[in-house]
């Protein structure tokens, strides 16, 4: 699978990227997860820095058009993302949150 960036806007008030991509690919249509870590890998960010928000393969074509968001951090992403989004990239809401959680459950224990 071959990533290619058609375009990269940055978005300074939102601590993002967007970013258009082409990917030439030899089999099926590649999943959303494998996009997105093709994407990071190719911007040199964390996969969960980078969200994919559609993919489009025309009929019979070996190629796929797309559009992704890229934060600046894990963090910005969950605060600006719809959920729905966030869900459908596999990237926790609740990741930061279930951590203090654990925290606070390990101090309550230790008293």
């Given at each position: 699978m071959e990533v290619e960036i058609l375009s990269e806007e940055q978005n300074p008030m939102l601590h993002r990227s967007e970013v258009r991509f082409q990917i030439?690919?030899?089999d099926a249509t590649?999943?959303?997860?494998?996009v997105r870590d093709?994407?990071?890998a190719k911007l040199d960010k964390d996969a969960d820095e980078v969200v994919v928000h559609e993919m489009n393969t025309k009929f019979g074509m070996r190629k796929t058009v797309g559009y992704a968001k890229v934060y600046d951090s894990p963090e910005h992403a969950r605060d600006v993302?719809?959920?729905h989004m966030?869900?459908?990239n596999k990237i926790t809401a609740d990741a930061d949150a279930d951590a203090d959680a654990e925290g606070?459950?390990?101090a309550e224990e230790a008293e």
């Open positions: 030439v690919h030899d590649p999943s959303r997860l494998s093709s994407l990071a993302e719809q959920d966030l869900e459908r606070e459950t390990e």
